[in-house]
C-alpha cells in the first residue's frame, strides 16, 4: 500500500501543478496542527484520515462549471480528478480493514467548508481556484509528508 500510495500521490501532485501556471504563493488556510497529531497517530488512523481528506478534495471540486475561471488545463484536471477518485476507493479498502479508525472528519469537513467559502465568496474566480489549488497541494504534500514519501 504505502509504495503505491507514494505514486498514486505523486501522480496527483504532478497533475495538480500541470493543470495551471505559477501555483499563488498567497497563505491559505491549512491545518498543520491537525496534520502533527495525526502524524502521532497509528498507520490505521493515518488511512482513515487521509480517505477523509481525499473525500474533501473531490468534493471542493464538485462545482466544476465555474472551473472556466480558473483557465486551467481541463484535461489535467479531469485526470487528477480521475486519480483522486481511485485513490479515496484504494484508501477507503485500506481503511476498512481497521474498523475503529479514528478519522478526525469533523475537523477536516471544517477546514473544507473554509475553503468552499473562499470560493463562494469570490464567485470561483480564478484567484479562489489558485487558492484552492495551493490549499489542495499542501495537503497533498504533507500527506506525502506523514507518509514518507518526501
Known amino acids: 500500500m504505502t509504495s503505491q500510495y ?3 500521490n505523486g ?3 504532478s497533475l495538480l501543478r500541470q493543470m495551471g501556471g505559477k501555483i499563488c504563493s498567497e497563505i ?3 491545518p498543520e496542527r491537525l496534520y502533527k497529531n495525526m502524524e502521532m497517530s497509528t ?5 482513515g484520515f487521509m480517505a477523509e481528506v481525499v473525500e474533501q478534495i473531490i468534493n471542493l471540486f464538485e462545482h466544476y462549471e465555474h472551473y472556466d475561471a480558473a483557465g486551467w488545463d481541463t ?3 479531469d485526470k487528477f480528478l480521475h486519480n483522486e477518485s481511485r485513490q479515496l476507493i484504494e484508501l477507503k479498502n485500506c ?3 481497521h474498523p475503529n479508525t479514528r478519522r478526525k472528519a469533523y475537523k477536516v469537513k471544517r477546514h473544507f467548508r473554509q475553503l468552499k467559502k473562499i470560493l463562494r465568496k469570490n464567485n ?3 484567484e ?3 487558492k484552492i489549488r495551493r490549499a489542495v497541494l499542501l495537503h497533498l504534500t504533507r500527506m506525502a509528508v506523514m507518509t514518507g514519501h518526501v
Request: aromatic share 12%; hydrophobic share 60%; glycine share 12%.
Open 6 to 8: 507514494g505514486t498514486v
Open 11 to 13: 501522480v496527483a501532485l
Open 28 to 30: 491559505v488556510p491549512f
Open 43 to 47: 498507520a490505521a488512523d493515518q488511512l
Open 75 to 77: 484535461g489535467a484536471l
Open 95 to 97: 481503511a476498512a480493514a
Open 124 to 126: 470561483y474566480n480564478g
Open 128 to 130: 479562489s481556484w489558485e
